[in-house]
T-cell receptor
């Protein structure tokens, strides 16, 4: 079945450091891939997505490239801020036939950025 | 506008109470979802409605009863809950296009405490 594996956290960085959060997946067919972010006490916000191989999703300085050959969708940011402290979820959606989809989430990676 | 709203933000209830959670979206989406999220875990899918019909019930106990009165509204009726049901309940919606790999948009959640 489909699955998503994320690097375990917490990831602790200093402000302005480079961020990578690894995400790999197992899926049949051609899933869409997503990164969601959850700030403390809040719901999930879509951070970025990619729907086909070699697509790059980007938003708020974050980027991730859909790599089919390595089944990966790693999240990167060149310079993190304290305000980026949150939990990041990698997810995939395989597409369903019934007018909805099912998201498969990774376990989540907690990022803590200190000044 | 990609807003999904949920009320109430917080709810405390006893094990004999009956309460309801409400979710609303005005994006014209035809698929709506309920998730349960425990601390430090990813969201777990509970129910999916597609075009106001229940499409998925992930073996959720009958003390949780979903309802989709129209295409913009989704309710979750709660009755005789247990303390282990305490969690963040998230609602999401997506366009509902058949066979497409859609993006789900999440609400801020209702934090439920069962005493």
């Amino acid at each position: 079945g489909n699955s998503v594996t994320q690097m375990e956290g917490p990831v602790t960085l200093s402000e302005e450091a480079f961020l990578t959060i690894n995400c790999t997946y197992t899926a049949t067919g051609y899933p869409s891939l997503f990164w969601y972010v959850q700030y403390p006490g809040e719901g999930l916000q879509l951070l970025l997505k990619a729907t086909k191989a070699d697509d790059k999703g980007s938003n708020k300085g974050f980027e991730a490239t859909y790599r089919k050959e390595t089944t990966s969708f790693h999240l990167e940011k060149g310079s993190v801020q304290v305000s980026d402290s949150a939990v990041y979820f990698c997810a995939l959606s395989g597409g369903e036939s019934g007018g909805y989809n099912k998201l498969i989430f990774g376990a989540g990676t907690r990022l803590a950025v200190h000044p | 506008d990609t807003e999904v709203t949920q009320t109430p933000k917080h709810l405390v209830m006893g094990m004999t109470n009956k309460k309801s959670l409400k979710c609303e979206q005005h994006m014209g989406h035809r698929a709506m979802y309920w998730y349960k999220q425990k601390a430090k875990k990813p969201p777990e899918l509970m129910f999916v409605y597609s075009y106001e019909k229940l499409s998925i019930n992930e073996s959720v106990p009958s003390r949780f009863s979903p309802e989709c009165p129209n295409s913009s509204l989704l309710n979750l009726h709660l009755h005789a809950l247990q303390p282990e049901d305490s969690a963040l309940y998230l609602c999401a919606s997506s366009q509902g296009r058949t066979g497409q790999q859609e993006t789900q948009y999440f609400g801020p959640g209702t934090r439920l405490l069962v005493l």
